[in-house]
Protein backbone atom coordinates (compact mmCIF):
# COMPACT_ATOMS: atom_id res chain seq x y z
CA UNK A 1 0.00 0.00 0.00
CA UNK A 2 1.25 3.55 -1.08
CA UNK A 3 1.92 5.70 1.83
CA UNK A 4 -0.13 8.81 1.89
CA UNK A 5 3.20 10.58 2.63
CA UNK A 6 4.82 8.69 -0.77
CA UNK A 7 1.49 10.30 -2.69
CA UNK A 8 2.11 13.82 -1.55
CA UNK A 9 5.71 13.50 -2.57
CA UNK A 10 5.01 12.28 -5.78
CA UNK A 11 2.19 15.14 -6.84
CA UNK A 12 4.80 17.56 -4.95
CA UNK A 13 7.35 16.50 -7.42
CA UNK A 14 4.92 15.94 -10.25
CA UNK A 15 3.65 19.51 -9.75
CA UNK A 16 7.28 20.90 -9.31
CA UNK A 17 8.44 19.60 -12.71
CA UNK A 18 5.24 21.30 -14.50
CA UNK A 19 6.13 24.34 -13.10
CA UNK A 20 9.93 24.17 -13.34
CA UNK A 21 9.11 22.94 -17.32
CA UNK A 22 6.85 26.27 -17.77
CA UNK A 23 3.61 23.98 -17.88
CA UNK A 24 1.69 26.32 -15.20
CA UNK A 25 2.73 30.05 -15.76
CA UNK A 26 2.34 32.85 -13.62
CA UNK A 27 -0.92 33.88 -12.35
CA UNK A 28 -2.30 30.30 -13.59
CA UNK A 29 -4.57 28.59 -11.31
CA UNK A 30 -3.93 24.89 -10.59
CA UNK A 31 -7.07 22.98 -10.78
CA UNK A 32 -7.26 20.42 -7.44
CA UNK A 33 -9.18 17.44 -9.11
CA UNK A 34 -7.31 17.85 -12.31
CA UNK A 35 -3.85 17.15 -10.61
CA UNK A 36 -5.58 14.52 -8.70
CA UNK A 37 -6.86 12.61 -11.90
CA UNK A 38 -3.49 13.08 -13.41
CA UNK A 39 -1.81 11.89 -10.64
CA UNK A 40 -4.46 9.41 -9.39
CA UNK A 41 -5.08 9.79 -6.20
CA UNK A 42 -7.31 11.93 -3.96
CA UNK A 43 -7.69 15.49 -3.38
CA UNK A 44 -5.83 15.41 -0.15
CA UNK A 45 -2.14 14.85 -1.12
CA UNK A 46 -2.84 17.09 -3.88
CA UNK A 47 -3.69 19.40 -1.29
CA UNK A 48 -0.82 19.24 1.01
CA UNK A 49 1.53 18.98 -1.70
CA UNK A 50 0.08 22.67 -2.70
CA UNK A 51 0.55 23.57 0.80
CA UNK A 52 4.20 22.59 0.54
CA UNK A 53 4.54 23.78 -2.85
CA UNK A 54 3.28 27.72 -1.14
CA UNK A 55 6.20 27.15 1.67
CA UNK A 56 8.18 26.85 -0.67
CA UNK A 57 7.16 30.04 -2.42
CA UNK A 58 6.02 28.13 -5.77
CA UNK A 59 2.78 28.92 -5.47
CA UNK A 60 0.43 31.15 -3.55
CA UNK A 61 -2.76 30.01 -1.94
CA UNK A 62 -5.47 32.24 -2.37
CA UNK A 63 -8.95 32.16 -0.13
CA UNK A 64 -11.17 32.21 -3.46
CA UNK A 65 -9.11 31.23 -5.67
CA UNK A 66 -7.42 28.29 -4.49
CA UNK A 67 -3.67 27.73 -5.69
CA UNK A 68 -2.07 29.67 -8.11
CA UNK A 69 0.87 29.37 -9.71
CA UNK A 70 3.78 32.00 -9.47
CA UNK A 71 6.37 30.61 -11.72
CA UNK A 72 10.04 29.91 -11.72
CA UNK A 73 12.48 32.03 -14.22
CA UNK A 74 15.48 31.27 -15.87
CA UNK A 75 17.04 33.99 -13.54
CA UNK A 76 15.96 32.23 -10.46
CA UNK A 77 16.92 29.01 -11.40
CA UNK A 78 20.36 30.49 -12.27
CA UNK A 79 20.52 32.64 -8.87
CA UNK A 80 19.57 29.63 -6.30
CA UNK A 81 22.22 27.00 -8.44
CA UNK A 82 24.92 29.87 -8.14
CA UNK A 83 24.68 30.60 -4.19
CA UNK A 84 24.16 26.65 -3.65
CA UNK A 85 27.51 26.76 -5.69
CA UNK A 86 29.15 29.45 -3.23
CA UNK A 87 27.72 27.94 0.01
CA UNK A 88 29.17 23.94 -0.99
CA UNK A 89 32.18 24.72 -2.40
CA UNK A 90 33.38 26.67 0.70
CA UNK A 91 31.86 23.36 2.04
CA UNK A 92 33.97 21.30 0.18
CA UNK A 93 36.94 22.97 0.90
CA UNK A 94 36.26 22.74 4.38
CA UNK A 95 35.55 18.85 4.42
CA UNK A 96 38.74 18.20 3.23
CA UNK A 97 40.98 17.28 5.95
CA UNK A 98 38.59 15.81 7.32
CA UNK A 99 37.75 13.09 4.83
CA UNK A 100 39.25 9.68 5.16
CA UNK A 101 40.60 7.09 2.39
CA UNK A 102 37.45 5.18 3.51
CA UNK A 103 35.06 8.61 3.02
CA UNK A 104 36.35 8.52 -0.53
CA UNK A 105 35.85 5.33 -1.18
CA UNK A 106 32.28 5.68 -0.03
CA UNK A 107 31.87 8.74 -2.26
CA UNK A 108 32.99 6.26 -5.42
CA UNK A 109 30.43 4.00 -4.28
CA UNK A 110 27.47 6.41 -4.32
CA UNK A 111 28.99 7.68 -7.44
CA UNK A 112 28.69 4.58 -9.35
CA UNK A 113 25.36 3.84 -7.85
CA UNK A 114 24.41 6.92 -9.78
CA UNK A 115 26.04 5.28 -12.99
CA UNK A 116 23.86 2.89 -12.89
CA UNK A 117 21.01 4.38 -11.69
CA UNK A 118 21.43 6.66 -15.20
CA UNK A 119 21.77 3.60 -17.40
CA UNK A 120 18.61 2.48 -16.20
CA UNK A 121 16.56 5.66 -16.11
CA UNK A 122 15.54 6.31 -12.80
CA UNK A 123 16.06 10.01 -12.43
CA UNK A 124 14.41 9.94 -9.05
CA UNK A 125 16.87 7.44 -7.68
CA UNK A 126 19.78 9.20 -9.38
CA UNK A 127 18.70 12.69 -7.57
CA UNK A 128 18.70 11.08 -4.49
CA UNK A 129 21.93 9.39 -4.24
CA UNK A 130 23.43 12.66 -5.96
CA UNK A 131 22.14 14.85 -2.57
CA UNK A 132 23.84 11.60 -1.20
CA UNK A 133 27.47 12.07 -2.43
CA UNK A 134 27.54 15.84 -2.21
CA UNK A 135 26.19 15.50 1.29
CA UNK A 136 28.81 12.53 2.31
CA UNK A 137 31.16 15.31 1.80
CA UNK A 138 29.90 18.56 3.34
CA UNK A 139 28.68 16.60 6.56
CA UNK A 140 32.80 16.18 7.04
CA UNK A 141 32.78 20.01 7.41
CA UNK A 142 33.86 21.16 10.63
CA UNK A 143 30.66 24.18 10.73
CA UNK A 144 27.63 22.62 11.77
CA UNK A 145 26.14 25.83 10.99
CA UNK A 146 27.25 25.42 7.53
CA UNK A 147 26.33 21.76 7.27
CA UNK A 148 22.79 23.12 8.83
CA UNK A 149 22.19 25.77 6.03
CA UNK A 150 23.18 23.83 3.18
CA UNK A 151 20.86 21.12 4.15
CA UNK A 152 17.65 23.34 5.00
CA UNK A 153 18.41 25.10 1.23
CA UNK A 154 18.09 21.51 -0.08
CA UNK A 155 15.10 21.36 1.21
CA UNK A 156 13.94 24.54 0.31
CA UNK A 157 15.29 24.88 -3.12
CA UNK A 158 13.74 21.34 -4.21
CA UNK A 159 13.77 22.99 -7.68
CA UNK A 160 17.48 21.71 -8.03
CA UNK A 161 16.08 18.10 -7.52
CA UNK A 162 14.38 17.97 -10.90
CA UNK A 163 17.34 18.83 -13.12
CA UNK A 164 17.77 15.25 -13.82
CA UNK A 165 13.86 14.82 -14.78
CA UNK A 166 14.41 17.74 -16.71
CA UNK A 167 17.46 16.95 -18.91
CA UNK A 168 18.41 13.75 -18.73
CA UNK A 169 21.60 14.10 -20.38
CA UNK A 170 22.44 16.17 -17.32
CA UNK A 171 22.89 12.41 -15.10
CA UNK A 172 25.92 11.58 -17.40
CA UNK A 173 27.80 15.38 -16.68
CA UNK A 174 27.32 15.01 -13.39
CA UNK A 175 28.97 11.46 -13.17
CA UNK A 176 31.92 12.37 -14.64
CA UNK A 177 32.00 16.07 -12.57
CA UNK A 178 31.82 13.69 -9.73
CA UNK A 179 34.85 12.03 -10.49
CA UNK A 180 36.78 14.62 -11.04
CA UNK A 181 35.85 15.85 -7.10
CA UNK A 182 36.68 13.25 -5.91
CA UNK A 183 40.48 13.55 -7.58
CA UNK A 184 40.68 16.65 -6.45
CA UNK A 185 39.63 15.76 -2.72
CA UNK A 186 42.15 12.84 -3.33
CA UNK A 187 44.51 15.38 -3.93
CA UNK A 188 43.53 18.34 -1.22
CA UNK A 189 43.72 20.83 -3.61
CA UNK A 190 41.19 22.60 -1.68
CA UNK A 191 41.20 25.63 -4.14
CA UNK A 192 40.29 24.27 -7.23
CA UNK A 193 37.92 21.94 -5.89
CA UNK A 194 36.24 25.08 -4.32
CA UNK A 195 35.84 26.38 -7.76
CA UNK A 196 34.75 23.33 -9.33
CA UNK A 197 32.03 23.00 -7.22
CA UNK A 198 30.86 25.99 -8.03
CA UNK A 199 31.31 25.43 -11.73
CA UNK A 200 29.47 22.10 -11.27
CA UNK A 201 26.49 23.82 -10.03
CA UNK A 202 26.53 26.18 -12.89
CA UNK A 203 26.48 23.61 -15.61
CA UNK A 204 23.54 22.29 -13.86
CA UNK A 205 21.45 25.05 -14.06
CA UNK A 206 22.72 25.78 -17.88
CA UNK A 207 21.67 22.43 -18.88
CA UNK A 208 18.59 22.61 -17.26
CA UNK A 209 17.59 26.22 -18.72
CA UNK A 210 18.76 25.12 -21.55
CA UNK A 211 16.61 22.19 -22.12
CA UNK A 212 13.70 24.42 -20.59
CA UNK A 213 14.00 26.98 -23.30
CA UNK A 214 14.20 24.28 -25.86
CA UNK A 215 11.03 22.79 -24.78
Not at 112 to 141: T, V
Request: charged share 25%; proline share 2%.
Amino acid sequence: MTKRGDKVDQVYNYLLGKLVKGYYVSGQCIVVSTVAKECNVSDTPVREALRRLESDSYVHIEANQGAVAIGISRESIIHTFEIKGVLEGYAARLSVDYLSPYDIKQLREINEAMHRAEQEGRHDAFSQLNIDFHMSIYEKCPSPELVMLIRDLWKKWSVTKVVFSTAPDRMGESYSEHLHIIELIEQQDKETLEAFIRQHKRNAANRMTGRIAAQ
